[in-house]
């Protein structure tokens, strides 16, 4: 699996800082909306289940 990770695109178009530790609401909004598009567009539950946190 790969590590978490959050940019801020705005301030850093490189993307060489992680900001996920400081902004744990934002990377839950995406996660849950990368699971949403999943499902919208048919995707298997067992891939889906390789994204889900335990």
């Known amino acids: 699996m790969w590590p ?3 940019f801020d695109l ?3 178009p490189g993307q060489l800082t992680n900001v996920i530790d400081a902004h744990p609401d934002v990377a ?3 996660h849950e909306a990368l699971l949403a ?4 567009m048919g ?3 067992g ?3 390789k ?3 335990i």
């Open 28 to 30: 839950e909004r995406v």
């Open 43 to 45: 995707a298997p539950e």
């Open 10 to 12: 705005a301030a850093d």
């Open 51 to 53: 994204f889900l946190r």
């Open 4 to 6: 978490s990770l959050l």
């Open 37 to 40: 598009f999943m499902r919208q």
């Open 47 to 49: 891939r889906i289940a």
